[in-house]
C-alpha cells in the first residue's frame, strides 16, 4: 500500500494532537499556589515570596531543588513531591515543609 496524501494529512493531525494533548497535561499537574493543598503549606512557586512572616523558618536560599522531600535529578526545572501526590513542583518553589537535602 503507498502512501496518499490522505493518510499523510490523518497522520499529521493525529500526531498534533498528540503533542497538544501531552503539553496540556503536563501544564495540568504543575501545583498552583492557589491549590488548597499549597495553601494549607504555605507553597509558593517562587520561593523568594514565601510569607516570612507566617513562616519565620523561611531563609533566603531554600527551594524545592534543595529540599529533601524533591524527587528530580539536579538541574530539573521541576520535580515530585510526595506531598502535592500526582503533581510536579517548581525547583525555585518554597513551602513550609522544606527539610534541607542531606
Not at 498534533?16 to 501545583?31: C, I, K
Not at 499549597?38 to 534543595?66: H, T, V
Amino acid at each position: 500500500m503507498t502512501p496518499t496524501r490522505r493518510t499523510f494529512v490523518i497522520h499529521s493531525v493525529v500526531g498534533a494532537s498528540a503533542l497538544a494533548t501531552g503539553s496540556l497535561a503536563f501544564a495540568q499537574t504543575m501545583v498552583l499556589d492557589t491549590d488548597p493543598q499549597a495553601i494549607a503549606l504555605g507553597y509558593k512557586n517562587d520561593a523568594s515570596k514565601a510569607d516570612k512572616a507566617k513562616y519565620p523558618k523561611y531563609a533566603a536560599g531554600q527551594n524545592c531543588a534543595n529540599c529533601a522531600l524533591y524527587q528530580a535529578k539536579a538541574g530539573d526545572p521541576v520535580g515530585a513531591c510526595p506531598l502535592f501526590a500526582g503533581k510536579q513542583v517548581s525547583a525555585k518553589a518554597w513551602c513550609s515543609a522544606w527539610a534541607k537535602k542531606a
